[in-house]
C-alpha cells in the first residue's frame, strides 16, 4: 500500500510541472481568463500566423528527411555489410559529442556557401543531422531484430532489396519509424538555438524563437505569465502526440530497438 | 553487445561471392543519404571548427594562422578552469541521481499491474517537453514572482521570507537545474532501462529464486549484470549530455551566482559570441570533442573486454 | 488581426513596389540616395518598438523600404557575430551602445566618417553615443535611442513618510536617508532597490554617482579600470549598508535584471535608480505618482549614463548609399521630434531637447536636459568587461557589495583591466 501511495505521489510531483504551467498560463490578476495568451499573440514580437506555419514547415520537412535517411540508413547499418560501415556508424554517433555552440557558427558559414542562408530547407538539414544518432542507432536495431526468414521469404518472391524493403520490412520497423518520426518533431518544433543562428528574417522565424522573446520582452522585464502561455502553448501538440502514439513508441523502444 | 558494437553480419554464409559484393554495394547505397548528411553538415563544419581552431579568426577579415596560441592560451584562463570544475561535478551529481532515479522509476513500473501504464505516461511526458521550453517552464515555477514553490514552502513553515532558487546561493542554483534535468529526463532514461528490464527471460528469475535467492542477490546478480549493455548506454548519453550542458544553465541560472554554475559549453558561448574570439572558442571545443572521444572509446574498451 | 493583415498586405505591396524600383536601378538609371532599395534592420527586442517607429514613419514617405528583425535581448550579440562570420550582415544593424566600440574595431560597420560630417546637425548629435561609434579616428555608428538612469520614486510613499514629494534627494546621502525614512513604514514596504546580481544594471546605476562626485571608473581609453578609487568605494559602501539594513529590498541581492521593472512597479519601492523610459511604463499601470530626479554623488552634484542603442550600416550591406538616407534621416528634426519625441522618448539630438511634446511634462524637459551632463563610457571589451554575467565586473561589485568589499575592489581593478586590454 505505502509503495503504491509513494508512486502516486512521484507521479504527481512529474505531472505538477506541466499543470502549474498550464494553470498559470490562464491565470490573470483578477481572475482566469485568456489575456496572458492574447499578449502571447499579439505583443510587438509575439507569435504570428507566420510562424506557425513555418515551424510546421520546418516540422514537416525534418520529419520527412530523418525518416527518409534513417530508414535507408538504418536498413543499410542493419542488413547489410559495407566498406566503411562501422567508420560511418561511429562517425554518426560522434554527432552527439559536439558542442552546439560552435558547430553552429560553421554550419552558418556552410549553408551561405550552399546558398541554403536564412532557409527553412537549410534549417531542416541542420536539425535532420542532429537527429541522425538516435535516429540511426534506432532503426539500425529494428532492423537488425526483423527474423532473417522474413526478408528471405521476400528475396525468394523474387523481390530486390527495395522490394523487400518498402512492402514487407517498413511495416515491421513501424514502431521505430514512429518513435523516430516523434522526436524528429519534438526537437524541430521546439528547438531554440538553430534557428536563431540560421535565420535571419522575421517573416521566416519559427514560433520557439517567439516565445523565448517573451522572456526578455520590455526592457529585460520578464511577462512569467505570457512566457507560461507560450511555454504551455509549445508544449501541447507534441504532448498531445505522445499520448495518441504512446502504444507505438513504447514499443518501439520495446522492440529491442535501444536494447544497446 | 554494446552500444558501439559492430552490427551482426547478416550475410548467409551460403552467398555466392559474386552476389555478395553486389550486395555490398547495395548496403553502400542505402547508405549513402546518411553519408552525404553526416559528411556535408558535420564532417566539413567540424573541419571548419578544427582549422578556426589554429588561427586567429576575426569575424570579418582575413583570417592569420597563430597555432598553438588559441590552445596555449586556454591554460592560463580561470573561467575556464572554474568552468571545468563545475562540469566535472555537475556531471558526476546529475549522472548519479539521474541514473538512481531512472532505474528506480524502472523498477518500479517493470511489471504490468493496475496504473502501472498511468504511471509510465506520466514520468515519461516530461520528455515531450523541449528543453529550452523546460527551462523556460522552470525558470517560471521557481521565481520568487509567479511560482508556486516559495508559497507552498511558506505555507507549511519550511520557508521564511524571500529566497531566489535560481541565483540565490551556489547550491540552490545547481540544485534547480538538477532538478530541471532529473524532471525532464527521467522518464526518458526510464523507458530505455526498462528496454533492458524487460528484455531478460522471466525463467532466469525463476530459477534463481527456486535456488532461494534473496530479491537482493538477484537484482545484484542476474538484473544488473544482464543489464549492463543498456546500463553503458544509458551512462554514456548521461555522461555526454551533462558535459556539454548548456541550455539549463543559459536560461535557469545565467552561470551564477558568482560564476558557480558556468559550464564549458558557456564559456565557449562567451569566447565566441562575448569576446568575439572565435579561434579560442574553436579550441575548447576541439579539446572538449578530444575528452568526449576518448572517453567513450575507454568505456567502449572496457565494456568489449568484459562481455 | 485585421490590422495586421492590412498591415502584411500593404508591407507585400511595397515590396512588390520595391522589386520595381531595383529593377530600374539595375537597368543603369543612376543610384540615388532614395532608389527604393529594400533594407534589411536587426535590432534588439528591447529596442524593437523604437527602430519600428523609425522606420514606419521613414516608410511612409521614402521608396526605399526598411524592414526591421528583432531578436532576442540575451542572444543578439551571438546572431550579429554568426552573421558577420558568415558574411551576411544586414544593411543596418544597431546595438548597445556600449558594445558600439567592439563593433567598430571589428570592422561590422561601414565607415560613416565623410558622411556624417557632412550632416549640418553633425554638432548636435549626442557627443557621447557618436564618440562609442568611433574608432581610430573613424565614425562607425551614429545614436538610434537615448536612455538615461535617473532616480525615481514614489510621490506617495514620499509623503507617508513625511518627505516632501516635491524635494527628491540632491545628494546620495539624502537618497539614502530618504530611503531609511520610506523603510520605517514597514510592512513589505522597502526603501530602495537595486539590480544586485546584473552587471548591466549597476554599471548603469551606479557610475552616474561616482561622475557626479569627480570620480571615474576607466581612463578615457577604456583601457584601465579605476574601479579601487575613493568615489567608487563609497558608493558601494553605501549601497552595501543599505542592504544590510534591510532598507533595500531583500531581493536586491539576487536580482539579475528580469523582474527589475516588476519591484518598482509594485508600488512597495520609495526610491531607486533606474532607466529614465520607464517613467511612461511604470506609469502607465501605477495607482500611485511617480516623481524623478537626477542620479547625484555622496555630497550632490549630478550625472547619467547616457545609454540606448547605436545604429551603423553593415560592413557587407550593398546598398550604403540608401542605408545612410535612412540614418540621416533619423537624426533629422521630422524624426526626432515626430517619432522619437512624440513617443515620449528621449531626442537624440541636444539641440532638440525641448520640443512641442516635451513642454507638455516639465519632467521630460528635465531629463532630456540631462543628457549634456552625462557620460557614456568607452571601451573596445564592454560586453565582456562588464555586462556579461561572466564578466570580472560581476564579481568585483559582488564582492564589495555583499562580501570582502576592501579586496574585491583591488582585485576587480586588476581583473577588469586585464579584460579591457585584451
Same mark, same amino acid.
Given at each position: 500500500m505505502s509503495r503504491k501511495i509513494s508512486a502516486a505521489a512521484l507521479a504527481v510531483l512529474f505531472l505538477f510541472p506541466l499543470l502549474w504551467s498550464a494553470w498559470a498560463s490562464v491565470r490573470t490578476p483578477t481572475g482566469f481568463g485568456l489575456e496572458n495568451y492574447r499578449r502571447l499573440f499579439t505583443s510587438d514580437n509575439g507569435i504570428?500566423?507566420?510562424?506557425?506555419?513555418?515551424?510546421?514547415?520546418?516540422?514537416?520537412?525534418?520529419?520527412?528527411?530523418?525518416?527518409?535517411?534513417?530508414?535507408?540508413?538504418?536498413?543499410?547499418f542493419g542488413r547489410f555489410t559495407f566498406p566503411g560501415k562501422n567508420a560511418l556508424f561511429l562517425l554518426t554517433l560522434a554527432i552527439l559529442m559536439v558542442p552546439y555552440a560552435t558547430i553552429l557558427i560553421a554550419l552558418y558559414v556552410l549553408l551561405e556557401w550552399i546558398g541554403l542562408q536564412d532557409s527553412l530547407i537549410g534549417l531542416s538539414?541542420?536539425?535532420?543531422?542532429?537527429?541522425?544518432?538516435?535516429?540511426i542507432f534506432m532503426m539500425r536495431n529494428a532492423f537488425e531484430a526483423i527474423p532473417k526468414e522474413l526478408e528471405e521469404s521476400a528475396l525468394i518472391d523474387g523481390c530486390t532489396s527495395f522490394g523487400a524493403l518498402t512492402r514487407i520490412m517498413l511495416h515491421?520497423?513501424?514502431?521505430?519509424?514512429?518513435?523516430?518520426?516523434?522526436?524528429?518533431?519534438?526537437?524541430?518544433?521546439?528547438?531554440?538555438?538553430?534557428?536563431?543562428?540560421?535565420?535571419?528574417?522575421?517573416?521566416?522565424?519559427?514560433?520557439?524563437?517567439?516565445?523565448?522573446?517573451?522572456?526578455?520582452?520590455?526592457?529585460?522585464?520578464?511577462?512569467?505569465a505570457a512566457l507560461e502561455a507560450g511555454v504551455t502553448f509549445m508544449a501541447v501538440p507534441c504532448l498531445l502526440l505522445f499520448l495518441v502514439l504512446q502504444r507505438s513508441y513504447v514499443q518501439g523502444f520495446m522492440s529491442g530497438a535501444l536494447r544497446g | 553487445m554494446t552500444l558501439l558494437a559492430p552490427a551482426r553480419p547478416t550475410v548467409l554464409p551460403s552467398t555466392p561471392p559474386r552476389r555478395k559484393r553486389n550486395k555490398q554495394w547495395i548496403g553502400a547505397l542505402y547508405a549513402a543519404p546518411t553519408a552525404f548528411v553526416v559528411g556535408m553538415f558535420f564532417v566539413v563544419p567540424l573541419g571548419l571548427v578544427v582549422w578556426m581552431s589554429l588561427h586567429h579568426w576575426p569575424l570579418l577579415g582575413a583570417p592569420t594562422i597563430n597555432a598553438p596560441e588559441n590552445y596555449a592560451g586556454l591554460a592560463d584562463d580561470e573561467l575556464l578552469r572554474s568552468a571545468v570544475w563545475f562540469t566535472l561535478k555537475y556531471t558526476v551529481v546529475v549522472t548519479v541521481l539521474l541514473f538512481?532515479?531512472?532505474?528506480?522509476?524502472?523498477?518500479?513500473?517493470?511489471?504490468?499491474?493496475?496504473?502501472?501504464?498511468?504511471?509510465?505516461?506520466?514520468?515519461?511526458?516530461?520528455?515531450?517537453?523541449?528543453?529550452?521550453?523546460?527551462s523556460l517552464l522552470f525558470l517560471g515555477l521557481l521565481s520568487d514572482e509567479i511560482g508556486p514553490v516559495n508559497r507552498i514552502l511558506e505555507s507549511v513553515g519550511l520557508l521564511d521570507g524571500y529566497v531566489s532558487w535560481t541565483s540565490g546561493s551556489a547550491n540552490t542554483a545547481l540544485g534547480s537545474a538538477v532538478v530541471l534535468v532529473l524532471w525532464r529526463f527521467a522518464g526518458f532514461n526510464m523507458l530505455i532501462l526498462l528496454t533492458g528490464l524487460q528484455a531478460i527471460p522471466l525463467d532466469v528469475y525463476e530459477a534463481a529464486r527456486l535456488d532461494g535467492a534473496t530479491r537482493f542477490q538477484i537484482f545484484r546478480r542476474i538484473t544488473v549484470p544482464l543489464m549492463r549493455p543498456t546500463i553503458a548506454l544509458v551512462?554514456?548519453?548521461?555522461?555526454?549530455?551533462?558535459?556539454?550542458?548548456?541550455?539549463?544553465?543559459?536560461?535557469?541560472?545565467r552561470g551564477g551566482p558568482d560564476n558557480s554554475t558556468t559550464s564549458l559549453v558557456m564559456v565557449i558561448y562567451r569566447e565566441a559570441f562575448i569576446e568575439l574570439d572565435l579561434g579560442s572558442a574553436a579550441a575548447i571545443s576541439?579539446?572538449?570533442?578530444?575528452?568526449?572521444?576518448?572517453?567513450?572509446?575507454?568505456?567502449?574498451?572496457?565494456?568489449?573486454?568484459?562481455? | 488581426?485585421?490590422?495586421?493583415?492590412?498591415?502584411?498586405?500593404? *508591407?507585400?505591396? &511595397?515590396?512588390? !513596389?520595391? @522589386?520595381?524600383?531595383?529593377?530600374? $536601378?539595375?537597368?543603369?538609371?543612376?543610384?540615388?540616395?532614395?532608389?527604393?532599395?529594400?533594407?534589411?534592420?536587426w535590432t534588439r527586442a528591447a529596442t524593437e518598438s523604437v527602430s519600428k517607429a523609425y522606420a514606419a514613419a521613414y516608410n511612409a514617405t521614402h521608396k526605399n523600404q526598411v524592414e526591421v528583425t528583432a531578436y532576442p535581448n540575451e542572444e543578439y550579440p551571438a546572431k550579429l557575430a554568426s552573421a558577420a562570420? *558568415?558574411?551576411? &550582415?544586414?544593411? !543596418?544593424? @544597431?546595438?548597445?551602445?556600449?558594445? $558600439?566600440?567592439?563593433?567598430?574595431?571589428?570592422?561590422?560597420?561601414?565607415?560613416i566618417t565623410d558622411k556624417f560630417n557632412a550632416l549640418p546637425m553633425k554638432d548636435k548629435v549626442a557627443p557621447a553615443h557618436v564618440r562609442n561609434g568611433t574608432w581610430k579616428g573613424k565614425n562607425y555608428a551614429v545614436p538610434h535611442t537615448i536612455d538615461m538612469s535617473v532616480m525615481l520614486y514614489n510621490k506617495d510613499l514620499f509623503t507617508k513618510a513625511g518627505l516632501d514629494p516635491e524635494k527628491p534627494p540632491t545628494s546620495l546621502t539624502e537618497f539614502a536617508a530618504a530611503a531609511r525614512a520610506v523603510d520605517k513604514l514597514g510592512g513589505d514596504i522597502n526603501g530602495t532597490y537595486f539590480g544586485g546580481n546584473c552587471g548591466g544594471c549597476n554599471v548603469f546605476t551606479l557610475w552616474p554617482s561616482v561622475w557626479a562626485a569627480g570620480g571615474d571608473v576607466m581612463n578615457a581609453e577604456g583601457t584601465a579600470s579605476t574601479i579601487d578609487s575613493k568615489e567608487m568605494a563609497d558608493v558601494f559602501a553605501l549601497y552595501r549598508k543599505l542592504y544590510d539594513e534591510g532598507v533595500a529590498a531583500p531581493a536586491s541581492k539576487d536580482e539579475a535584471g528580469p523582474t527589475w521593472l516588476g519591484a518598482l512597479q509594485s508600488g512597495k519601492i520609495g526610491i531607486a535608480p533606474a532607466p529614465s523610459a520607464w517613467l511612461g511604463i511604470i506609469e502607465e499601470k501605477a495607482t500611485f505618482k511617480v516623481g524623478i530626479a537626477p542620479i547625484s554623488g555622496i555630497n550632490g552634484g549630478e550625472s547619467t549614463f547616457v545609454g540606448g542603442d547605436s545604429i551603423g550600416i553593415g560592413a557587407t550591406s550593398k546598398n550604403a548609399a540608401q542605408a545612410w538616407d535612412f540614418l540621416a534621416w533619423t537624426l533629422g528634426d521630422e524624426a526626432q521630434v515626430e517619432v522619437v519625441a512624440k513617443g515620449k522618448g528621449v531626442p537624440t539630438r541636444t539641440d532638440l531637447a525641448s520640443n512641442k511634446y516635451s513642454s507638455a511634462d516639465p519632467r521630460i524637459v528635465a531629463i532630456n536636459n540631462l543628457m549634456g551632463k552625462g557620460k557614456t563610457p568607452y571601451a573596445k571589451n564592454f560586453n565582456a568587461t562588464y555586462n556579461d554575467p561572466q564578466s570580472p565586473w560581476n564579481t568585483a561589485y559582488r564582492g564589495a557589495l555583499f562580501g570582502d568589499a576592501q579586496k574585491s575592489l583591488g582585485d576587480g581593478a586588476t581583473a577588469l583591466t586585464a579584460s579591457l586590454k585584451k
Open positions: 504570428r500566423v507566420e510562424h506557425v506555419v513555418n515551424s510546421l514547415t520546418v516540422c514537416a520537412l525534418t520529419v520527412g528527411g530523418t525518416l527518409l535517411v534513417a530508414t535507408l540508413g538504418g536498413y543499410a538539414l541542420v536539425l535532420i543531422m542532429f537527429q541522425l544518432p538516435f535516429s515491421a520497423v513501424r514502431p521505430g519509424l514512429i518513435t523516430v518520426g516523434l522526436f524528429a518533431f519534438l526537437t524541430s518544433w521546439s528547438e531554440f538555438f538553430a534557428p536563431l543562428i540560421l535565420l535571419n528574417s522575421t517573416s521566416k522565424f519559427t514560433v520557439m524563437l517567439a516565445v523565448v522573446n517573451m522572456r526578455t520582452a520590455s526592457f529585460g522585464a520578464i511577462d512569467y | 538512481v532515479l531512472s532505474f528506480g522509476l524502472a523498477l518500479m513500473v517493470q511489471h504490468r499491474r493496475r496504473g502501472v501504464g498511468l504511471l509510465r505516461t506520466a514520468f515519461f511526458l516530461p520528455a515531450a517537453v523541449g528543453f529550452a521550453s523546460a551512462l554514456t548519453l548521461m555522461i555526454t549530455g551533462s558535459l556539454l550542458a548548456f541550455d539549463q544553465f543559459w536560461i535557469l541560472t576541439v579539446a572538449l570533442l578530444g575528452v568526449l572521444i576518448v572517453f567513450n572509446a575507454i568505456q567502449l574498451g572496457v565494456l568489449r573486454r568484459r562481455s | 488581426m485585421k490590422r495586421l493583415l492590412s498591415g502584411t498586405v500593404a *508591407a507585400t505591396l &511595397l515590396l512588390a !513596389l520595391a @522589386a520595381c524600383g531595383d529593377d530600374k $536601378a539595375a537597368s543603369g538609371e543612376p543610384a540615388t540616395a532614395d532608389s527604393g532599395a529594400k533594407l534589411t534592420l562570420g *558568415a558574411k551576411a &550582415l544586414p544593411d !543596418l544593424f @544597431a546595438s548597445d551602445v556600449v558594445f $558600439a566600440p567592439q563593433y567598430a574595431s571589428q570592422g561590422l560597420w561601414l565607415d
